[in-house]
């Protein structure tokens, strides 16, 4: 099942596509998209993708337990949700008019509604057990969520778009021992016998 570096691996797949997609209209240079925090001083990049929120799926069946050899093996992997909200920095908005604010924005839309599916091992290509799809949409959340967000970082509220990832199965390093059969006992009984062994004549004939 995926490691633990799935989450990682994630956010750069996002970061891949908005890069491959974006570049060079509306942004410049992929050089231009980061997977950063709104919270952060750097003012080299335009639009930000920003890891907010991380939440165990209680709703989503977990796989079997995962065989580690021939007497071992894995408790199941644990369902996540991520949360992600896509940004433009502002400190790097230099130059940027309201027009260029919304053409980014839309073409992010556009960009993660084309590319909304990935398969965990495109992720991690040596994954021998397969797992469901990984699904980028957008999160249900509301006006006041998506304030109380950027109020958690001290910025004030600007246009951006909230995405829900999910599942993303991260697998545990417990390794649990199972019984080995070492000893077996087999009994084979006959059609006809008895189980004394000894054969049934009847009673005696009469004289």
């Given at each position: 099942m995926a490691d633990y570096t799935i989450i990682s691996d994630v956010s750069n797949y996002i970061l891949s596509i908005l890069r491959e997609r974006m570049c060079p209209e509306?942004?410049?240079?992929?050089n231009n998209i980061e997977v950063s925090s709104p919270a952060s001083q750097d003012v080299d990049y335009i639009?930000?993708?920003?890891?907010?929120?991380?939440?165990?799926?209680?709703?989503?069946?977990?796989?079997?337990?995962?065989?580690?050899?021939?007497?071992?093996?894995?408790?199941?992997?644990?369902?996540?949700?991520?949360?992600?909200?896509?940004?433009?920095?502002s400190g790097g908005q230099a130059g940027l008019k309201d027009q260029d604010f919304q053409k980014i924005i839309g073409k992010v839309a556009q960009i993660v509604s084309d590319n909304n599916t990935v398969m965990p091992n495109e992720l991690q290509n040596w994954l021998d057990v397969r797992e469901p799809p990984i699904v980028l949409q957008q999160a249900k959340i509301g006006l006041e969520e998506k304030v109380r967000v950027w109020s958690a970082i001290n910025k004030p509220y600007q246009i951006s778009l909230f995405y829900k990832v999910a599942p993303v199965f991260v697998?545990?390093?417990?390794?649990?021992?199972?019984?080995?059969?070492?000893?077996?006992?087999?009994?084979?009984?006959?059609?006809?016998?008895?189980d004394s062994g000894e054969e049934d004549y009847g009673p005696p004939a009469e004289s």
């Open positions: 509306p942004i410049p240079s992929p639009l930000g993708l920003y890891l907010y929120d991380i939440k165990e799926e209680d709703t989503i069946a977990p796989p079997p337990r995962v065989p580690r050899g021939r007497a071992q093996m894995a408790p199941p992997s644990k369902p996540y949700s991520l949360y992600y909200m896509v940004f433009i920095n697998s545990s390093e417990v390794i649990i021992n199972t019984p080995r059969v070492v000893d077996a006992a087999f009994t084979v009984s006959m059609q006809g016998e008895q």
